[in-house]
């Protein structure tokens, strides 16, 4: 199928070739009829994109420091190669689709061949949660229909001024959001004032029913606005303008009565006057979108929706609202069209994106589409036989996530080995790295690539919850398996992965992403207690920094939580140095409201009276480096400073410094798993994973 991406480095739109989705539990996969530019977002993306370094710095400041923190905290290099490999990820365009089901779920409500409207993006075929799926009435063309999403953000807007019937509103900007915005005004009674400096828009504005202002002719806003009102000031004022400039807040502050509302649903500037604000005592509130639920990922993603006794207007619930509005003949659609352009010239109405005059555009989609899970990527269609068969791996990757382009692919590419197929859950990323890195297949679908003959090693760096069925699969095709941490997210997983690998005759070689036992510095420490007499003590910090509670790692049924997605690199870490097996180990959380249980101290006891302490913390500051580590052993302290600076202090007070630029394994990792495939011998042995895997759960079973 066809999609359409945009290069966030050069800002350049392409329609890009990419594997078909497969259909989740709770979503709809939809065959797409029509798409609308959203011209005001869209544009905005793109000036971003082909923005220059220095206009990309002058549009987002907050992230120059994030930046400057990371250089500070683990160095320059890596911090370009993680902002080059942000920046070399396309996005997908468009949140305005309109089209039928090809799949469902069973989900209630929804059948296959029902027309629906979702804020699926500019592509052939699109997935999307229920939740984000509104049913188009029967009266409703598709073109009409593809207005839902935008006039439900301009509703959104409208519910949180709450007007009430015979209150003069202004609404300021007259897009399509602010057009849509003035006809559902209207519809409810309200005299409007429509300002913008476009007379054509301000003649539809008129069409509509309301009243305008030309700001290109010079017309006194305020006096306008003061005459509209009848001297008292207006009620409310909808911002749905788009302009760095704050003036169109000032300007509705100046208009508004006492006690007057004011929405911003655009996007302007927000350089506030508390004595615009103070002497009218007004109200002020920014619009999220389409309404209650957006980027709430439990409602979204997973598909829980709020009560309706009390979140009444969900943002489904206003799509369905306005498609109702249509089916009742009071949204005039025709007008606000300008083109439909068939999606395969996309690149005509990226053209006209700038040009004022031009409304809405529309990409209409062919009848027939590819829905393949795999695509061939051109040129790369190579038979394995042409590598030497006693060197011959062909890797199978699942998951192009960030972890995965921005270091695992780059360092099993540095490798003499056949990068064969690669999947990801919606194909954009996985053909994206396909190309780049020169993998023959690009993909959606994990068991065909686990099921490829040509495929004998399988890496998988997909989101948690999907590590031990995965591993379980490829184990059982007899491939051999390196899994990103976690191994599994529970007892039974763990159980049904020792039970497949016990059942297999010929091994393949199992591997967990393990990386920090594998970094030079790890391994001065290593020479350091070869000849270590006792046991050891080891202490390790790490400030791990905060993470929202909506990310899908803290979802416990997703991600599992920071303690079992993330600690459990340390307890392997410590449990290579003792070189001895955990006998003991214990949880204690930090307790707060709202905790998302990232802040813990975990304490170990080893088999040869060796002990560790894990302190994780989530509460401290990014700018202080994340990882310290210090080993106290015989007279001597070994402390390591974020894979960057070793220092060792021998009984006899002499010092010795090892520096290096950070480097926490991941290569060296790579090659020991590669290597241990040729050799059969396993870098990690598989007791261990299984070992550290069910320290982990146990860990996991003290948070409740």
């Known amino acids: 199928m066809k999609q359409i991406l945009q290069s966030l480095q050069s800002g350049d739109i392409v329609i890009e070739q990419v594997p078909a989705p497969k259909s989740h539990q709770g979503e709809l996969l939809i065959q797409t009829k029509y798409s609308l530019l959203s011209s005001g977002t869209e544009r905005m993306l793109l000036e971003f994109g082909k923005a220059g370094i220095i206009g990309k710095i002058r549009q987002q400041p907050d992230k120059v420091k994030q930046v400057l923190n990371k250089i500070k905290t683990d160095g320059l290099q890596p911090t370009l190669t993680a902002v080059k490999s942000k920046l070399e990820q396309p996005i997908p365009l468009g949140y305005c689709n309109v089209g039928k089901i090809l799949e469902t779920e069973a989900i209630p409500g929804f059948a296959v061949g029902d027309r629906v409207v979702s804020n699926g993006p500019h592509a052939e075929i699109v997935r999307v949660p229920k939740n984000l799926c509104v049913k188009i009435p029967q009266s409703v063309s598709d073109e009409h229909a593809s207005f839902a999403i935008l006039a439900a953000i301009g509703l959104q807007g409208i519910r949180l001024l709450k007007p009430t019937l015979g209150e003069c509103i202004i609404v300021q900007g007259l897009g399509l959001i602010g057009l849509l915005t003035v006809q559902l005004l209207v519809a409810q009674g309200c005299r409007v004032l429509g300002v913008d400096y476009d007379s054509n828009r301000l003649e539809l504005a008129k069409m509509f029913g309301a009243e305008v202002v030309d700001l290109s002719k010079n017309d006194d806003f305020l006096t306008r606005a003061n005459h509209f009102s009848r001297g008292r000031g207006v009620d409310g004022v909808l911002i749905t303008a788009s302009t760095k400039s704050s003036a169109p807040v000032h300007q509705a502050a100046v208009a508004c009565r006492k006690r007057g509302r004011i929405v911003l649903v655009g996007v302007t500037g927000l350089e506030l006057s508390r004595d615009d604000f103070y002497k009218k005592e007004l109200s002020f509130q920014v619009s999220c979108s389409y309404g ?328 401290g500051h990014k700018r202080i480096p994340k990882e310290r580590l210090e080993i106290f052993h015989n007279g001597t302290i070994l402390q390591l400073d974020n894979f960057r600076r070793l220092t060792v202090i021998q009984s006899n007070g002499t010092k010795k410094k090892f520096r290096s630029s950070q480097n926490k394994g991941q290569d060296q990792m790579v090659s020991a798993f590669l290597t241990g495939i040729k050799t059969g011998t396993a870098p990690i042995a598989y007791d261990e994973l299984i070992e550290v895997s069910q320290v982990m759960l146990d860990l996991q079973g003290q948070c409740s």
């Open 292 to 619: 209650p639920g957006r980027h709430d990922p439990a409602y979204e993603q997973e598909g829980h929706d709020y009560p309706y006794a009390y979140v009444r207007w969900t943002e489904q619930r206003n799509i369905e609202a306005v498609l109702d509005i249509m089916a009742s003949g009071k949204l005039q659609i025709d007008p606000l069209i300008s083109h439909i352009i068939d999606f395969d010239h996309a690149f005509d109405a990226y053209k006209m994106i700038n040009d004022p005059t031009r409304l809405g555009l529309l990409l209409r989609y062919p009848d027939s589409v590819d829905t393949a899970h795999s695509i061939v990527m051109e040129g790369r269609n190579l038979a394995p036989s042409t590598l030497p068969e006693n060197d011959f791996i062909s890797i199978g990757f699942a998951g192009a996530g960030n972890y995965a382009s921005k270091v695992l692919i780059p360092a099993f590419r540095k490798h003499s080995i056949r990068f064969t197929s690669i999947v990801s859950d919606k194909g954009i990323s996985a053909t994206i790295q396909a190309k780049k890195h020169h993998f023959q297949n690009a993909g959606t679908d994990f068991n065909v690539l686990a099921s490829n003959p040509d495929i004998n090693t399988i890496v998988i760096t997909t989101r948690h919850h999907q590590h031990a069925q995965q591993v379980i699969t490829a184990l059982s095709k007899g491939k051999h398996v390196f899994v990103e941490k976690p191994l599994a997210m529970n007892q039974i997983e763990l159980k049904q992965i020792t039970q497949c690998y016990q059942t297999l005759g010929n091994k393949p070689l199992l591997m967990v992403g393990y990386n920090r036992r594998f970094a030079p510095l790890t391994q001065k420490i290593i020479d350091q207690l070869a000849l270590r007499p006792a046991p050891i003590s080891m202490i390790m910090t790490i400030n791990a920094g905060a993470i929202d509670a909506g990310h899908w790692t803290q979802n416990p049924s997703i991600g599992g939580g920071r303690l079992l997605g993330e600690a459990c690199h340390f307890v392997d870490l410590m449990r290579y140095f003792a070189n001895s097996p955990i006998t003991s180990a214990k949880l204690n959380l930090l307790q707060q409201p709202g905790d998302c249980q990232d802040t813990f101290t975990i304490t170990l006891q080893f088999q040869d009276g060796s002990i560790g302490s894990i302190h994780y913390f989530a509460n």
